[in-house]
């Protein structure tokens, strides 16, 4: 029987934070031992430390994950097995899935993220859907990703002017070439949502940022889709000087949206509470994203918050061989 492929677990870390978590997490996964080796990269720009990271890997397979995820014991083999199906993919990824020990805001947060009301079919992104199948880019994340390496390494790796949705505009470049991605629901891993709201508008006004930044990069028809919530934004502020009755029309509709949304999300999981703060986490979603676009059009890409001579430092936390992290 043919040795399993080798993998390279790449995580990008933030010095002075907190324990790399994903280490202790990765010990009950369901591999062989020596066939995985694991790189912590540390820096403040993770586009440019996934890079170095994955220059320095020896495994065949790539698998990204975030240094606060909690991988599923058969992770591995599943990503495996997604690539032996779809000989032509290059990238193999599912959900990443909140813990149910998370507390009430968090559980709110995460209601927001498998809301189709904000996240259309991104949806998968965040919740164990359907069943392993080529997809877009709109249902993968990069906290829970596997690359063929070569591959990563011929198209060029990581946009390092982008951070985040560096892993989106990949992806474009990789379809581009004619690869294809795979969505697996049972790759899963599971990570915690933002512990506060302020932690949760930079997150979603971050993503808004990066998408735009990835438009002015590679357009494309579903990133101008994706600028309707900038729309929103500019629509709201001019309601500021100029509100006559028919300008306000177009608030019916979408309160009666936003309403359904969260009736549904109180009737399906049985929290009124939780309900009631979609009525008004899913607007806030939508103005924190439009804002966000609206500032990557002025943020300089590249631009990243890195203290002077800041350098990317590489740990080989366990190296191809070795049977303990």
Same mark, same amino acid.
């Given at each position: 029987?043919n ?19 994903v ?14 080796e ?122 390092e ?10 992806f ?57 919530p ?5 629509? #709201? *502020? %001019?309601? !500021?000087?100029? @509100?006559?009755?028919?300008? $306000?029309?177009p ?5 009666? +949206? ?34 966000? #676009? *609206? %500032?990557? !059009?002025?943020? @300089?890409?590249?631009?990243? $918050? ?7 430092? +590489? ?11």
């Amino acid at each position: 029987m043919n040795a399993p492929p080798t993998i390279s677990v790449v995580v990008p870390h933030k010095p002075g934070l907190e324990e790399v978590r994903v280490l202790k997490a990765l010990e009950p996964v369901d591999y062989p031992r020596a066939r995985y080796e694991v790189i912590v990269a540390e820096g403040y720009h993770p586009s440019k430390q996934r890079n170095q990271a994955v220059a320095q890997a020896r495994g065949e397979i790539i698998m990204f994950f975030d240094d606060d995820v909690r991988p599923d014991a058969k992770i591995f083999r599943r990503v495996v097995a997604g690539f032996e199906t779809f000989p032509q993919a290059a990238v193999v990824g599912g959900p990443s899935v909140i813990p149910p020990t998370d507390n009430f805001w968090q559980q709110c947060f995460a209601r927001v993220f498998r809301s189709r009301v904000t996240m259309g079919r991104s949806i998968a992104r965040y919740e164990s859907m359907g069943e392993r199948r080529a997809t877009s880019e709109s249902e993968l994340i990069l906290c829970n990703l596997a690359m063929r390496r070569e591959v990563f390494a011929k198209v060029g790796g990581f946009d390092e002017r982008l951070w985040p949705n560096e892993e989106n505009e990949l992806f474009d470049r990789l379809r581009a070439n004619g690869y294809d991605l795979v969505y697996d629901p049972q790759v899963i891993v599971y990570r915690s949502h933002r512990p506060n709201l302020a932690a949760f508008i930079r997150q979603v006004s971050g993503y808004g940022r990066g998408r735009m930044g990835q438009t002015l990069i590679r357009p494309s028809l579903t990133c101008m889709v994706r600028m309707t919530p900038a729309a929103f934004v500019l629509y #709201l *502020l %001019s309601l !500021l000087a100029w @509100h006559p009755w028919w300008y $306000l029309l177009p608030l019916a509709p979408y309160a009666a +949206l936003i309403g359904a949304a969260s009736a549904w999300h109180a009737i399906h999981n049985r929290t009124l509470a939780g309900g009631l703060m979609s009525l008004w986490l899913l607007p806030l979603a939508h103005v924190s994203y439009g804002c966000g #676009l *609206l %500032s990557g !059009l002025t943020h @300089h890409l590249g631009q990243h $918050l890195e203290p002077p001579g800041a350098k990317v430092e +590489l740990r080989v936390a366990k190296a191809l061989g070795a049977t303990e992290v």
